[in-house]
């Protein structure tokens, strides 16, 4: 696995130091989980929740939305009624 | 009044013997007594608890009965509460104020409980000992040189010193009943989908289940009496009726086939623990209960499929912690900059190291071969269990594989650490019911360790709550570990 | 030989369709157009910590009608995924949306162009995702993101059920694009399911173009056109881009696989970004939410709902040969309008002159005194289908004169009711007895000197002023034609 290309996909800053041991830790964490290729899988549906429910719906009403200010309380950075973010850039990986 | 069980303390304020305020004031006092040594708390609630215990005693007055009637109650912090700071044990959420509050907490309030503050976890929930904390360090009440397990380490310690009745705890890969095991208290982790995740700040949404943690099985089941149930707020509430599982106490386990796992054989534990779950299960026999030999053949397996699907499911769900809409921001001159810088610096190193494993899990070309395998791995695990279950009513078994170790003993291998877990993650993946009730105590063997409670992990097939709660209750009346005993030097004080 | 003639523009467009819906796709805030910014947020749309997602039930409703109308299979099973990428309008950093499940998949769109034949463009798919919110970019002037310092996002938008249908490369020239997207928004409109305003965003559209030497069949390299904000922009960009295809081919150069923004303003389109590098979006079953299951009984509950299309419309109102192509087209851009003139036509089948006549009325004088009055067809309820045709059919009968017929268009408008009523009650059916009229005719002969001497000498107009007075006399009952055949024949007499 390259470390610091999963990284950028995740958004996370690594330092030089952060990245070689992050690479030395996973890399043996997926030396584990590398176990699973021993099962034989071929016939097995895969599990990706185990309740036994399907179509949990809402019908379309409203409710109330919080108040603005509530919205915007915890925002770092606003202006008036509008959340502030810096300058927007492609999001090439 | 504060020593006493939840429902001795609720029996008491329905009666109007004691006023919910009067209890909340005995036990703000503990708490500012202990919280030195404990810490089991991230932030304390008085405000919002002196207006609840208010509350439940003008309840009380106008002629109601609450099931938890001035229960004081930690409530983990990785669980909304409106109007107060909700971190999840994460810089990241440093100072954020909940807007509104999670539906397993908002009906333990309903039921009179009052919310004394918020406890330490492992940050996101990821960890077995607390120690990844970022926002406190929480000591084992048995032992201050000792981790509290983990991640609702807070939340056991809470209950286990007396700071609390009952706390709410949430359990991904063994987070409820790993610490009760440590601290000597009862933790259950109920069927998934039976309680609400509504509120709960996600980890792994497919694992992640809220539950009780109490000082006794009867006050546990009665926590989750109060909180299980339908919730139209979470797509993967259980519709069907949870039944009650606190009227079924039992006194005996007879009629009852428990299952023992070959493939978790204690001797390996050492031989003090070893003898202490060999009595356990001699305990269950003597109760009546037949004791069956039952396989999990997968269970090696558990470890590495759980470590591919919690951390790709919390890849995807930590991905909204960036900076924009709450939360501390990092510089940066562009938008990308910033998530990067903001999130470098807000998350751990285990949050860290789960985020990048999981996201290379999800990636192009990485995907079938590793998640879907190990969701196929998790079907395998279900299938497993159903088997077993074909033969017993319960499984018996260890909560974990040490008692409380001591803090900085995992060193920076994460594998190590997760191996804690091994005993509880398949129960997990397959989303069966399991509790911890302590089952004795043991040294690790090291020079002068104290004597260190050990859990007993029962497990039941999906729904069966009131068989667990009741088998459990059978075996906590007839050995009494940490009834009759209270962690050392924490007996006098009151 | 021309670059026309040696090269065929393949075009594949994907819409993206704002759903009409009280509520969000998974939270019960508003769905609502221009609202004050970031008033329409909940823990779930604004991705607070712990808050989950339930879905809108009719928004699922709604995709499948899209599906059906256009005759696409509609699978047993589906399901959402988390398609993940950070972008600062998108709370979670992943977007709720269907990888390899969608909704529907197949289905042909079949449209008219302006010239009234026929063409028909496959589906790919539809699936259901939810919006984003919305942002404004400072700093650069122009409000462009390119050259912009910082931008202010508002999140009232995010969450909205949003529709995205996917056409199959089938497309030969921007003339049918636009055909294809007038005939997929007519549809959506007819169903109801939404309001398709492109200049509101709610209908978005980005097309794949790629050109290739006439007659062969392999794909020659696509770019991406984004930004087209009408169908005219659609039609001006596609054949900016084929144009500058064939001129970069005839240069000898290759074509870039890459997005291209149009520039209205320009009237060219310009690079976004390289598509080389695919992104990684890391799909995965959305935990938080449950499997779909589209059996069949819901499935035929929601058939019943979908025959009234403007593609069927159009052949039938085509079909009888009494409609101008222009007529058809400006009838059929109004689904209420088409349902109302359907719905006349019903009481003469296969009549050609009364389809014609009542698609005249429709189009001219209820359509004046509709837009007089500032209401739509189905926005009132006394001039019906029933009403009209007899009006039509009173009209064309010769029952009325065309003069009586507009008033009692006006007075129905005004107070509902049978215009065969109206005119019985107070007798104003046409008066075509010659004995009748006679006397009025005589009796303007009389009053009329100076137009009868016009006549006389010569002044064939003069007639056109002595039947305006019979008219007139008559109160408009009168039958002109045979006015005037009275009023020559009486002058030649005298």
């Known amino acids: 696995m390259d470390v610091r290309y999963v990284a950028r996909l995740a958004r996370l800053d690594l330092s030089d130091e952060e990245a070689g041991l992050y690479q030395r830790q996973l890399d043996r964490l997926l030396e584990h989980v590398r176990r699973l290729q021993e099962l034989d899988v071929s016939h097995v549906a895969p599990t990706a929740q185990v309740v036994p429910l399907t179509n949990v719906l809402r019908d379309d009403a409203n409710r109330p939305s919080l108040e603005r200010e509530q919205a915007l309380a915890g925002a770092p950075a606003r202006e008036g009624a509008f959340f502030k973010v810096p300058q927007i850039i492609g999001d090439e990986e | 009044m504060i020593r006493r069980s939840a429902t001795e303390i609720a029996a008491a304020v329905n009666a109007r013997q004691a006023a919910a305020v009067e209890v909340l004031e005995a036990q703000l006092a503990r708490v500012e007594q202990m919280e030195p040594q404990i810490g089991a708390y991230l932030a304390k609630t008085e405000e919002l608890a002196r207006a609840c215990a208010r509350r439940v005693d003008e309840r009380i007055a106008a002629g109601a009965s609450l099931p938890l009637a001035g229960v004081p109650l930690a409530v983990k912090d990785n669980m909304c509460l409106a109007g107060t700071v909700t971190t999840a044990g994460s810089k990241i959420l440093q100072g954020w104020v909940a807007p509104y509050t999670a539906t397993a907490v908002q009906r333990l309030l309903d039921a009179g409980c009052v919310p004394v503050g918020k406890a330490n976890l492992d940050e996101f929930a990821m960890g077995s000992s607390c120690e990844n904390s970022a926002l406190g360090t929480t000591r084992n009440p048995w032992d201050p040189e000792r981790v509290p397990g983990g991640s609702s380490g807070g939340s056991a310690a809470a209950v286990a010193a007396r700071e609390a009745a009952l706390a709410t705890a949430s359990d991904t890969g063994g987070s409820i009943r790993e610490p009760a095991a440590f601290c000597g208290v009862v933790g259950m982790k109920p069927t998934y989908g039976r309680v609400s995740r509504y509120g709960l700040i996600a980890f792994a949404s497919s694992l992640d289940q809220i539950g009780p943690i109490a000082r006794t099985v009867e006050d546990a089941a009665r926590m989750y009496d109060v909180m299980a149930g339908h919730d139209p707020m979470d797509s993967t509430s259980l519709p069907r009726p949870a039944e009650p599982t606190a009227g079924g106490l039992r006194r005996d386990l007879h009629g009852l086939r428990i299952g023992l796992v070959r493939e978790f054989a204690t001797k390996d534990l050492g031989e003090e623990i070893d003898a202490v779950y060999q009595s356990a299960y001699r305990q269950l026999a003597a109760l009546g209960a037949e004791i069956v030999d039952v396989a999990l053949p997968h269970a090696e397996y558990g470890l590495a499929t759980y470590y591919l699907i919690a951390p790709a499911e919390a890849s995807s769900n930590l991905a909204r912690f960036d900076g924009v809409r709450y939360g501390p921001r990092g510089n940066g001159t562009n938008v990308q900059e910033m998530y990067a810088r903001t999130r470098a610096a807000g998350f751990g190193p285990e949050v860290k190291r789960r985020i990048l494993i999981g996201t290379y899990a999800l990636s192009s070309g990485y995907y079938d071969a590793y998640y879907v395998r190990a969701q196929k791995a998790r079907t395998l695990m279900a299938g497993d269990f159903e088997k077993a279950f074909g033969a017993c009513d319960l499984i018996a078994c260890p909560a974990a594989s040490s008692p409380a170790f001591p803090f900085g003993a995992k060193g920076d291998d994460p594998v190590a650490m997760y191996l804690m877990d091994f005993y509880t993650i398949p129960m997990s993946l397959a989303g069966l019911p399991a509790l911890s009730v302590p089952c004795g105590f043991a040294s690790d063997g090291t020079a002068g360790a104290r004597e260190l409670p050990l859990g007993l992990q029962l497990v039941a097939p999906l729904y069966q709550e009131a068989r667990l709660f009741g088998a459990a209750h059978a075996y906590e009346q007839a050995t009494r570990f940490t009834l009759d005993r209270a962690p050392a030097g924490l007996e006098g004080v009151r | ?494």
């Not at chain 3, 221009?34 to 997602?53: D, F, I, M, T, Y």
């Not at chain 3, 870039?256 to 209205?264: A, L």
């Not at chain 3, 006394?382 to 003069?403: D, F, H, Y």
Request: charged share 25%; glycine share 10%.
């Open chain 3, 1 to 494: 030989m021309s670059d026309g003639a040696r090269y065929e523009a393949v075009i594949g467009i994907e819409c993206h369709v704002e759903l009409k819906t009280s509520s969000k796709m998974f939270c019960g805030c508003r769905n609502e157009f221009g609202g004050e910014p970031n008033r329409q947020l909940c823990p779930v749309c604004l991705a607070l910590p712990g808050a989950l997602p339930v879905p809108n039930r009719l928004a699922i409703e709604h995709v499948v009608r899209a599906g059906l109308a256009f005759g696409a299979q509609i699978p047993v099973a589906s399901k959402f995924d988390r398609k993940n990428y950070f972008y600062p309008d998108m709370p979670k950093n992943y977007q709720i949306s269907q990888y390899d499940l969608p909704l529907t998949t197949g289905g042909v769109v079949r449209y008219r162009r302006a010239d009234g034949s026929e063409g028909s463009c496959r589906l790919t798919r539809i699936h259901l995702e939810e919006d984003t919110g919305k942002s404004t970019h400072l700093g650069s002037g122009d409000g462009r993101i390119a050259g912009s310092t910082h931008s202010l996002v508002d999140f009232n938008r995010a969450g909205v059920p949003l529709m995205e249908c996917v056409g199959e490369p089938d497309i030969r020239t921007p003339e049918d694009a636009v055909a294809f997207l007038e005939f997929l928004r007519l549809t959506f409109l007819y169903l109801g399911i939404s309001d398709v305003k492109m200049e509101e965003g709610s209908l978005r559209c980005d097309a794949n173009v790629s050109i290739r030497p006439a007659g062969t069949s392999a794909f020659g390299t696509k770019t991406e056109i984004k930004n087209m904000n009408s169908f005219r922009s659609v039609a001006r960009a596609l054949e900016y881009e084929i144009a500058r295809q064939r001129r970069v081919l005839a240069e000898g150069g290759r074509i870039v696989q890459e997005t291209r923004g149009w520039d209205e303003s320009e009237g060219v389109t310009h690079s976004m970004r390289s598509k080389e590098q695919a992104h990684d979006y890391r799909y995965f079953p959305d935990p938080d939410l449950v499997p779909l299951t589209l059996d069949g009984a819901w499935i035929e509950g929601l058939r019943g709902s979908v025959g009234f299309t403007p593609i069927a419309a159009y052949d039938r109102l085509q079909r009888g040969g009494g409609l101008s192509v222009a007529q058809v087209r400006q009838i059929v851009e109004d689904p209420a309008l088409t349902r109302f003139l359907l719905e006349t036509l019903e009481r003469k089948p296969g009549d050609d002159a009364f389809a014609q006549a009542t698609a005249n009325w429709l189009l001219s004088d209820v359509a004046r005194i509709l837009g007089r009055e500032g209401i739509s067809i189905d926005g009132q309820e006394l001039l019906t289908p029933a009403n009209l045709g007899e009006l039509v059919e009173l009209a064309s009968g010769g029952t009325v004169t065309s003069k009586t017929a507009k008033e009692l268009l006006e007075r129905m408008m005004a107070g509902g009711g049978s215009p065969k009523e109206i005119v019985a009650r107070e007798g104003l059916a046409q008066l075509s007895d010659p004995s009748a009229i006679a006397s009025v005719v005589d009796e303007v002969i009389a009053a009329n000197d100076k137009s009868v001497a016009d006549y006389k000498a010569g002044k064939e107009n003069a007639i056109k002023a002595l039947v305006g007075q019979v008219m007139k006399v008559s109160k408009g009952k009168a039958n002109p034609q045979l006015a005037e055949s009275l009023l020559r024949e009486r002058l030649a007499q005298s």
